[in-house]
């Protein structure tokens, strides 16, 4: 059966140092970590120069942030003001701690913003359903960062970021509308969105090939495991062209609610995760007042990019 990943992730056993070195998954974890602060250091630079170059505080939201892994790859680009929201109280305990061990390890950073010695001057975190809870009024009573400015009174952001977390929002319409009102409410002028999203053509893709070769609706290796319900893949098949990238329409309310079950050993235990249509959300993203500047394109391929311009 499914685990709602609102309950999951508030389930999830916390690993040590040792079992999280040691586990069969570390490569895999190291190299989207990469990845993703390759990324994240591109568009934070981006908007750094939008904002006035070395001198400008940056703010950032971080939408589904977690237990924080992702709070010192922002730091180390230059974000002075951080806001993390997440679903998961259980998450944030922890983020606290990460918080404080970043702390006592910033004297020892050799590269980037926390290199030189400037940590964040700000982290706020706030308990909320990112996807369900409209955050305007609770970033504002929060005072974080620009809403403590008399003139303003409201919190804006430079850089909006959900890793590998607003895919859950595909769960229904309603709830991606909520998200995309959230990430856009606050985005100043010339801000950037970046987020990461399952390549939901290619796992339709793996579960078809499968089902023609095993007859089967599950693909894996000894790491991960991915596998439809039979109700879901009907989903899936009475609207097979709208999930083999044939289409740039907007799709209508068909391509929200159909999950599939994930599970990564040493992490994550058959947890619901919605595809995302990619057309339907460039088109309402559109609709909020945001142009794709970049993607879909495979995380992957970040830190490829800058492996190659290395060796070059």
């Known amino acids: 059966s499914f685990a709602d990943p609102r309950a999951h992730y508030d389930?999830?056993?916390q690993q040590s140092l040792n079992e999280r070195t040691t586990s069969r998954t570390v490569t895999v974890?190291?190299?989207?970590?990469?990845?993703k602060a390759v990324l994240l250091e591109q568009f934070i630079g981006d908007v750094r120069v939008r904002a006035g170059g070395e001198s400008a505080c940056l703010?950032?939201?971080d939408l589904g942030c977690g237990r924080g892994g992702d709070l010192k790859k922002v730091a180390n680009s230059g974000v002075a003001h951080y806001c993390g929201v997440d679903i998961s109280r259980v998450s944030l305990e922890k983020f606290v701690d990460r918080v404080g061990a970043m702390m006592k390890d910033v004297g020892r950073a050799k590269h980037g913003v926390l290199g030189k010695e400037l940590p964040l001057r700000e982290i706020i975190l706030i308990n909320a359903d990112c996807w369900r809870d409209c955050l305007d009024s609770t970033l504002d009573a929060e005072r974080v960062g620009s809403a403590r400015v008399e003139e303003l009174g409201q919190a804006w952001f430079h850089l909006v970021t959900s890793q590998m977390s607003c895919h859950y929002a595909?769960?229904?319409r309603t709830s991606v509308e909520t998200m995309l009102r959230n990430v856009?409410?606050?985005?100043?002028?010339?801000?950037?969105?970046?987020?990461?999203i399952p390549d939901a053509t290619k796992i339709v893709a793996a579960h078809r090939a499968a089902m023609e070769q095993t007859g089967e609706l599950k693909v894996g290796n000894p790491l991960f495991q991915m596998e439809f319900e039979p109700s879901e893949w009907a989903k899936?098949?009475?609207?097979?062209?709208?999930w083999e990238g044939r289409t740039v329409r907007h799709p209508g309310d068909v391509v929200f609610g159909v999950s599939y079950k994930f599970s990564l050993i040493d992490a994550i235990d058959s947890c619901k995760e919605p595809l995302v249509h990619f057309d339907a959300f460039r088109i309402m993203a559109k609709q909020h007042g945001l142009a794709l500047c970049l993607g879909p394109r495979p995380l992957i391929d970040f830190a490829n990019d800058l492996q190659t311009n290395m060796k070059a």
């Open 11 to 13: 389930s999830q056993q």
């Open 29 to 35: 974890r190291n190299v989207n970590s990469f990845a």
């Open 59 to 61: 703010a950032a939201l």
């Open 170 to 172: 595909f769960e229904s």
């Open 184 to 196: 856009s409410s606050r985005l100043c002028e010339g801000g950037i969105f970046v987020g990461t």
């Open 236 to 242: 899936v098949q009475a609207h097979h062209d709208l």
